[in-house]
């Protein structure tokens, strides 16, 4: 119930979503619908301490990434199509296991959390909130971090949902949504 209501008040405060999109953990069978809020306080070059260049997990339903991050990943799926019957998942299950992620990889990864934060509640804020600055590794206080780039399935954009003012933008000519 708390994330629910804190899943409303995010989409009051940070207006319509850029996208939603279809995401489960590896152990659901059901897919679910994210919404992906996008904010200039979250690119890369913003300057805001903590934020820059960073997508959150806040809820089981929504995700946070800066404007560039979308723009990139929208650039990204007009190249390689992603869908539920076709979706993206980290081949190594570390986001950070071999070169660089992609943008749909991380995506997976932040959907990985949406699932911990569906399983644990209010206590997800506390308990993977402090963790997830050490990112992943060997530790025990980075179970959180590997767990969701171990579980996390990106099936693409739901169709209709990708505002149109981002598609004429990117200059996106074909749709890259998903059914």
């Known amino acids: 119930m708390l994330h629910d209501w804190f899943s409303s008040w995010l989409r009051e405060c940070g207006g319509p979503p ?7 953990a590896e152990t659901e069978r059901d897919w679910r619908q ?8 979250r690119n890369r070059d913003s300057g805001w301490p903590m934020w820059a260049g960073v ?3 806040w809820t089981d339903s929504v995700i946070a990434v800066g404007c560039d991050f979308a723009e990139q990943l929208l650039r990204e799926l007009a190249v390689f199509a992603v869908s539920r019957s ?9 986001l ?17 959390h949406t699932w911990q934060a569906r399983r ?13 600055r050490f990112r992943e590794g060997s530790h025990w206080w980075n179970f959180f971090e590997n767990n969701a780039s171990q579980i ?21 000519t074909r749709s890259i949504e998903s059914g």
């Open 86 to 94: 076709s979706p993206v998942m980290i081949p190594t299950g570390r």
């Open 18 to 24: 850029c996208f939603r999109i279809w995401g489960r």
């Open 96 to 112: 950070r296991g071999a070169g660089i992620p992609s943008n749909c990889e991380i995506l997976a990864h932040e959907i990985g």
């Open 152 to 172: 996390g399935v990106f099936g693409g954009i739901i169709a209709g949902t990708l505002q149109h003012e981002v598609m004429q933008r990117l200059g996106v």
């Open 55 to 57: 997508c959150i997990t």
């Open 120 to 132: 644990l509640g209010g206590f997800y804020w506390p308990l993977v909130g402090a963790l997830t």
């Open 34 to 41: 994210i919404d992906v809020l996008a904010t200039a306080r």
